[in-house]
């Protein structure tokens, strides 16, 4: 899983401070953010994080540093996010056959010429194309988004994923992949430079 | 018209090609492909028949090209320093939860 580290504007816990209240305070920034990506809900996300301590304290005790204490949070906020996104189901019925690349009756790719593809700073230094990224993954159905999130942003590996998701790994594999490919279609106009800034 | 004509004989000559050939794969096959190759998980006689493909084919070198471009800007959209943050998370919130981790100790 991909260290990161993030800002947040929370009042750290001092070294004098209740040892929960110092965890809570470190981390609830970051396990929010991860929580919300996979939501979409800043609401949930905040349930899902408040689950995410509770079965942080119950563990706690058999921590023992085998991890990372981020990474082990990491996973754990992912879980109950993960939970929460079992019991209101958003959108894992959509198909995204439409967004998958084509090819014609001899099998070869129908893909228009690519002149130019911008590249990551690009992009990056535009925050309404930052934006519109974003949107783009936020509209896959569930079980690609997730399985694209918890892979290319979350770092995890194919195995966790699986694992996480009660899939197998092949599954993880093909749905990561259409999902990559339909991210690629839906961002293709940013892509290509073609959207007037 | 004559462009298309043109265009759709050359698409079926390169069809024929990638199937007939030995050792060739059709695009399609090549899609199957793409992930293992990322990951390093084709074996030896898969990874000579993905980059013969790779060579003899545009519109694939161009498709991964910006399939690769994707996954990078999808990664960076969510880990550069811009990402959104909450700065703003309520006491209540984390009230709540060492109420619950002290009932919880309580209750041990």
């Known amino acids: ?197 | 018209m004559k462009e298309h004509k043109k265009s759709r004989i050359g698409r079926r000559l390169k069809g024929l090609m990638f199937r007939r050939i030995h050792g060739m794969i059709t695009c399609r096959e090549f899609e199957e492909f793409i992930n293992n190759f990322l990951d390093g998980e084709l074996s030896k006689r898969e990874r000579s028949r993905f980059g013969r493909h790779l060579r003899i084919c545009r519109e694939c070198r161009q498709y991964l090209q910006a399939y690769q471009r994707t996954i990078e800007i999808g990664r960076a959209v969510f880990t550069s320093p811009d990402e959104p943050v909450p700065d703003d998370v309520p006491e209540s919130l984390i009230d709540t939860i060492l109420k619950l981790r002290a009932d919880n100790k309580t209750g041990d």
């Open chain 1, 1 to 197: 899983m991909m260290e990161r580290q993030q800002p947040t504007n929370v009042p750290p816990g001092n070294p004098g401070a209740n040892p929960a209240e110092t965890l809570v305070r470190n981390n609830i920034g970051w396990m929010i953010s991860v929580a919300q990506r996979l939501l979409g809900d800043r609401a949930l996300a905040e349930d899902a994080v408040q689950d995410a301590f509770i079965s942080a304290f119950r563990g706690l005790d058999d921590f023992e540093n085998r991890a990372s204490l981020k990474t082990w949070l990491h996973r754990i906020t992912v879980n109950a996010a993960l939970m929460k996104l079992r019991k209101i189901k958003r959108r894992s019925e959509q198909s995204i056959d439409v967004y998958q690349p084509e090819f014609d009756e001899y099998e070869c790719r129908i893909e228009a010429p690519w002149k130019h593809i911008e590249s990551v700073e690009d992009i990056l230094e535009n925050e309404q194309r930052r934006t519109q990224v974003r949107a783009a993954i936020d509209q896959l159905p569930d079980n690609y988004r997730i399985v694209l999130l918890l892979r290319d942003i979350e770092g995890y590996s194919t195995n966790e994923v699986a694992q996480m998701l009660e899939l197998s790994g092949s599954n993880v594999k093909i749905r990561l992949h259409r999902a990559r490919a339909a991210l690629k279609k839906l961002i293709e106009p940013i892509l290509r430079g073609k959207l007037p800034s």
